[in-house]
């Protein structure tokens, strides 16, 4: 079930792009796709509210660091110590990142029902040819 919960959690993710603060238990289609009721919306809301900081933060962090390594590969006397310590940054705040989106939307599935959480995986694949 697990196993089940972070695939989830991925494909959600990935139906909203990596960058996406798109509110879709806000969507009218979408919500009442889900049945959503108004208790579960403002949950939902609370939560993404909730996380909104930090993945903002990861994503400033994230575009920094690979901005710093672009920079440095194009450096003709970039050091290779140098390099890999941005690469083990930036690997470190990717991990952090998909660790912060997969328990926003971990407790998001907490407030769905089982039949909403396939509906929503269903929706998900509707979405999946627009961010390839």
Avoid: C
């Amino acid at each position: 079930m697990f196993v089940l919960t972070i695939i989830f959690t991925l494909n959600v993710n990935a139906m909203l792009g990596p960058q996406s603060n798109y509110k879709w238990w806000k969507d009218p289609q979408i919500a009442g796709e889900l049945n959503l009721t108004k208790d579960q919306a403002k949950s939902i809301e609370r939560i993404f509210s909730s996380y909104k900081k930090r993945i903002s933060k990861y994503r400033k962090q994230l575009k920094k660091s690979e901005v710093e390594l672009r920079k440095e590969l194009r450096n003709p006397e970039a050091k290779k110590e140098d390099v890999l310590q941005l690469i083990d940054r930036i690997e470190d705040i990717k991990a952090g990142y998909t660790r912060t989106k997969v328990e926003m939307f971990l407790k998001v599935k907490d407030v769905l029902t089982p039949d909403q959480v396939a509906t929503l995986h269903k929706i998900k694949l509707r979405f999946k040819p627009y961010h390839k």
